[in-house]
């Protein structure tokens, strides 16, 4: 199954920046995107018409953890506003196996993954009197599945018969 499942599309991150208002006066070509560290671009092609370019927000050692799913980034002091960091879940199998952190400036990955644990969806909550965005700690779900032979199956359907 995970031979499977890693031949699919992986889920990567990527920025696009749109945006708000597109001055008429501004020359065909030129790139409206004025965002330090952002490689992004959005470019009038013509009256009433702009072309993006995404910023990929990762480099290829996310490949080894399959992509991820389930963002999350400091929404109480970020929501709406530049940040440096969000947190995910690591898709290496059909099942979330890994919790990321990506640094978006510098493409740094820190990862926290165990054999036979899968995390769900993290939660960033920062500290309560924290300074840097991402001071405080990810919360997660973290599922570990016990093996269930057929004898004690069979063994457990037979007490409750």
């Not at 947190?87 to 993954?113: I, N, P």
Request: glycine share 4%; net charge negative; with cysteine.
């Amino acid at each position: 199954m995970d031979k499977f499942y890693n031949l699919l599309c992986r889920n990567l991150p990527r920025r696009y920046v749109l945006p708000l208002t597109v001055d008429e006066n501004i020359p065909l070509d030129q790139n409206l995107v004025a965002l330090h560290n952002c490689k992004a671009t959005a470019t009038k092609r013509s009256p009433g018409e702009v072309y993006l370019t995404h910023e990929e927000l990762h480099d290829d050692e996310l490949l080894q953890y399959g992509g991820l799913e389930f963002p999350h980034i400091n929404y109480t002091q970020y929501n709406g506003r530049p940040y440096r960091y969000f947190y995910a879940c690591g898709f290496g199998h059909v099942f979330s196996d890994s919790l990321l952190k990506m640094d978006v400036h510098t493409k740094e990955l820190k990862v926290w993954r165990y054999p036979g644990l899968f995390p769900s969806e993290p939660v960033f909550v920062a500290s309560p009197k924290a300074t840097e965005e991402d001071d405080g700690v990810v919360l997660s779900v973290i599922i570990t599945p016990r093996e269930v032979s057929y004898d004690s199956a069979q063994q457990q359907q037979q007490a409750h018969s």
